[in-house]
């Protein structure tokens, strides 16, 4: 069963770091395009970064961009979000999604989906 699972979130001060992993597995990822998106409570989900099956096109919300930066190890069959400069208005659950496909902002074009997890950042 292809499952994607998401590691890495936690508490951390405003102008900190923290790097999220999204392990994936029970399938092959390697020619999927991943993102990372986030939901705020009380916010509609929205896209922060997206990489191609190669890693060599990537793709990032204004919000992020010079901020966070998004890789992968298709070895390892993981994604990751390097967070830095972190700001109180990132708190959210940032999940991993994957899409047979280009870069894509839109979540309803990605079909696996991990759980999430929490970052919070305090002011």
């Known amino acids: 069963q292809a499952q994607l699972v998401e590691s890495g979130g936690g508490l951390v001060q405003a102008g900190g770091s923290l790097r999220l992993s999204c392990a994936a597995s029970?399938?092959?990822?390697?020619?999927?395009?991943m993102g990372w998106f986030r939901q705020a409570p009380g916010k509609e989900r929205e896209f922060v970064a997206a990489?191609?099956?190669?890693?060599?096109?990537?793709a990032a919300a204004d919000s992020v961009k010079g901020r966070f930066t998004i890789s992968r190890d298709n070895a390892k069959n993981t994604v990751y979000l390097q967070m830095s400069s972190l700001k109180p208005e990132d708190t959210a659950v940032y999940y991993c999604?994957?899409?047979?496909?280009?870069?894509?902002?839109?979540?309803?074009?990605?079909?696996?989906w991990g759980q999430g997890t929490q970052v919070t950042v305090s002011s």
């Open positions: 999604a994957s899409r047979y496909g280009g870069l894509s902002g839109r979540d309803s074009e990605y079909y696996y």
């Open positions: 990489i191609s099956w190669s890693g060599g096109g990537t």
């Open positions: 029970g399938r092959s990822f390697s020619r999927d395009s």
